[in-house]
Nanobody, 112 residues
Framework: EVQLAESGGGLVQPGGSLRLSCAVS????????MNWVRQAPGKGVEWVGV????????SYAGFVKGRFAISSDYARNTLYLQMNNLNSEDTAVYYC?????RGQGTQVTVSA
């Protein structure tokens, strides 16, 4: 059974940083393609970025602008999203996604 569990969200001031985690199980993480997506209040789901764990290639949405970084720890079966220089527009529930599966999400709120 595929399971994804995000954590690490919280309240952060503009310009601050957070690292989100996504613990995975039920599939071969080291061979997976993993996405981060987010959903802001009243808006649709927005793609944030992807990592191909087969070759390490990464790609990010334009709004990331070098502020976010996706990584994977194969020993821990955990996906990460390091977010720096956060602003209010980054406020959203963040989800990791594998194929059609998502976790429960973790809330990120950027506010002074």
């Amino acid at each position: 059974e595929v399971q994804l569990a995000e954590s690490g969200g919280g309240l952060v001031q503009p310009g601050g940083s957070l690292r989100l985690s996504c613990a995975v199980s039920g599939f071969r993480f080291s061979a997976s393609i993993m996405n981060w997506v987010r959903q802001a209040p009243g808006k649709g789901v927005e793609w944030v970025g992807v990592i191909n764990n087969r070759n390490g290639q990464r790609s990010y949405a334009g709004f990331v602008k070098g502020r976010f970084a996706i990584s994977s720890d194969y020993a821990r079966n955990t996906l990460y999203l390091q977010m720096n220089n956060l602003n209010s527009e980054d406020t959203a529930v963040y989800y990791c996604q594998y194929d059609d599966y998502r976790g429960q999400g973790t809330q990120v709120t950027v506010s002074a």
